[in-house]
């Protein structure tokens, strides 16, 4: 893999030397990509124009989530950013390239989970304005343009991966190719009308599995540690090294997720009966909410507080935007016509 990995180094020195002018471009792509996107911001954008569509985003996002993360577990991938450091095959010959705050990731490196799992997301919105497009032109020739910016999308995401020395091209590739087949999956089993308990068990098993499968490796004697260890002593600024980018940080957003899913489904059968006014009012205010939401700030100094409050905090978002933002809209506008 040595020859990769160099391989690698050089095409993302190029890119940044090259597009050095569009590190902003880079960094919101990046960004933009990022797994939590799915459940913050593509979730609300899709629930009030399709219910249907937003549960599936929520359902694939997870699963893809915990899937990326086992695959991470079991392949040992390494990341640009610490191999460069690690490898020592740079000493005489340095690459020209540059840290960012989204650069130290502490988790393994292949598949990329910012190409995974938005493949896999973003392919139940694509599939379904396809098919929608199909129903309403006939033409196969307009249908196929959701699949052409959807290319495109994720290629500019997968170069912000590589720009930002987060990943190598050959994992980015993986993530794309393991997330669209997982889309593809995926999408065609989403569940309906699916009880409370159908969500828990689910979500309860990507967490009780996740701390299994870390127990048996680690008594296998293989380190989970590994690339935690590797983040904290080459990334640039120890406060880039954030507990919320920690794999298990993933599997908690998840869990926390699904079981928001089936609290909200659970309590509000069908969701609230909104016209298109209401929903964009909806749109605007959920973004608004999980914006707040994501922007509190939780205590890292102690893991299991930290992970317990990330566990409500992504158990909340489902609520929100199914139950709560919709629920005080609707009274708002049946009042509004009763008045």
């Given at each position: 893999?040595?020859?990769?990995?160099?391989?690698?180094?050089?095409?993302?020195?190029?890119?940044?030397?090259?597009?050095?002018?569009?590190?902003?471009?880079?960094?919101?792509?990046?960004?933009?990509?990022?797994?939590?996107?799915?459940?913050?911001?593509?979730?609300?954008?899709?629930?009030?124009?399709?219910?249907?569509?937003?549960?599936?985003?929520?359902?694939?996002?997870?699963?893809?989530?915990?899937?990326?993360?086992?695959?991470?577990?079991?392949?040992?991938?390494?990341r640009p950013y610490w191999w460069i450091k690690e490898s020592g095959l740079f000493e005489k010959n340095p690459p020209q390239l540059q840290q960012f705050p989204s650069t130290c990731e502490t988790g393994p490196g292949s598949p990329s989970g910012h190409a995974m799992i938005t493949a896999a997301v973003w392919w139940v919105m694509v599939s379904t304005l396809a098919s929608e497009i199909h129903t309403r032109t006939g033409s196969k020739v307009v249908a196929s343009l959701p699949y052409l910016i959807y290319v495109l999308l994720l290629a500019v995401i997968g170069l912000s991966r590589i720009f930002i020395l987060a990943h190598f091209p050959h994992q980015v590739i993986a993530g794309f190719l393991t997330g669209i087949v997982l889309g593809v999956y995926l999408s065609r089993s989403i569940p309906k009308s699916q009880s409370l308990l159908f969500y828990l068990r689910i979500s309860m098993g990507i967490l009780v599995g996740t701390l299994v499968l870390h127990t048996a490796l680690e008594k296998a004697g293989i380190p989970l540690s590994w690339s935690v260890a590797l983040a904290k002593?080459?990334?640039?600024?120890?406060?880039?090294?954030?507990?919320?980018?920690?794999?298990?940080?993933?599997?908690?957003?998840?869990?926390?997720?699904?079981?928001?899913?089936?609290?909200?489904?659970?309590?509000?059968?069908?969701?609230?009966?909104?016209?298109?006014?209401?929903?964009?009012?909806?749109?605007?205010?959920?973004?608004?909410?999980?914006?707040?939401?994501?922007?509190?700030?939780?205590?890292?100094?102690?893991?299991?507080?930290?992970?317990?409050?990330?566990?409500?905090?992504?158990?909340?978002?489902?609520?929100?935007?199914?139950?709560?933002?919709?629920?005080?809209?609707?009274?708002?506008?049946?009042?509004?016509?009763?008045?």
């Open positions: 893999m040595d020859a990769v990995h160099t391989q690698g180094i050089w095409i993302a020195e190029s890119l940044q030397l090259s597009t050095k002018q569009y590190e902003h471009i880079w960094l919101f792509a990046s960004h933009m990509g990022d797994p939590k996107a799915a459940f913050l911001l593509i979730f609300p954008l899709t629930y009030f124009v399709s219910r249907q569509t937003g549960v599936a985003v929520v359902w694939v996002a997870a699963i893809s989530e915990w899937l990326n993360l086992v695959f991470k577990w079991i392949l040992f991938g390494e002593k080459w990334c640039a600024h120890a406060e880039w090294v954030r507990l919320d980018t920690n794999p298990f940080s993933s599997i908690v957003r998840a869990s926390g997720a699904l079981t928001g899913l089936g609290l909200a489904q659970s309590w509000k059968p069908g969701g609230w009966s909104l016209s298109w006014a209401p929903r964009a009012l909806c749109v605007a205010l959920s973004a608004m909410a999980l914006h707040h939401i994501n922007r509190v700030n939780l205590p890292m100094d102690y893991p299991v507080l930290f992970y317990t409050l990330f566990f409500v905090k992504y158990t909340l978002v489902p609520q929100v935007v199914i139950l709560f933002i919709p629920g005080v809209v609707h009274f708002l506008t049946a009042k509004a016509k009763r008045d």
